[in-house]
């Protein structure tokens, strides 16, 4: 089974979500943005493809989840978001000091 995973490049992120049921994928969005914010990272690009959840008793998706908080502005470090096939883009405020030490998973699901 495929587990998420994240690839940084110094400026932009991907943060794959294939493998995460619906609420373990909010929380690692919220993460991710948190960490890319205080990194100053430009950008995060979220895979979530188009599958719904492992549990038959919910019936929607990460990529509608992820819709629902940019359509409520929850999602606060979001200056703007770029849907695609199976992707969402989102930009973030860049606070111009950027730190080049890598973004990890463990940085994401380490304790905050």
């Known amino acids: 089974m495929r587990r998420p995973w994240v690839k940084d490049d110094g400026q932009a992120v991907v943060l794959d979500l294939h493998g995460a049921l619906i609420r373990d994928a909010i929380i690692l969005i919220r993460r991710t943005l ?8 430009s950008s995060v690009k979220i895979v979530h493809g188009y599958s719904t959840s492992v549990d038959p008793r919910e019936t929607a998706s990460i990529r509608d989840e992820l819709y629902k908080l940019l359509e409520e502005g929850s999602l606060t470090e979001v200056q703007s978001h ?6 969402t883009i ?4 860049h606070t111009g000091t950027t730190d080049r030490q890598r973004i990890t998973m463990r940085d994401i699901t380490g304790p905050r």
Do not use: I
Not at 82 to 87: A, V
Not at 90 to 93: F, I, N, T, V
């Open 82 to 87: 770029y849907r695609f096939d199976g992707s």
């Open 34 to 41: 948190m960490v890319c914010v205080e990194r100053g990272r």
């Open 90 to 93: 989102l930009a973030l405020g």
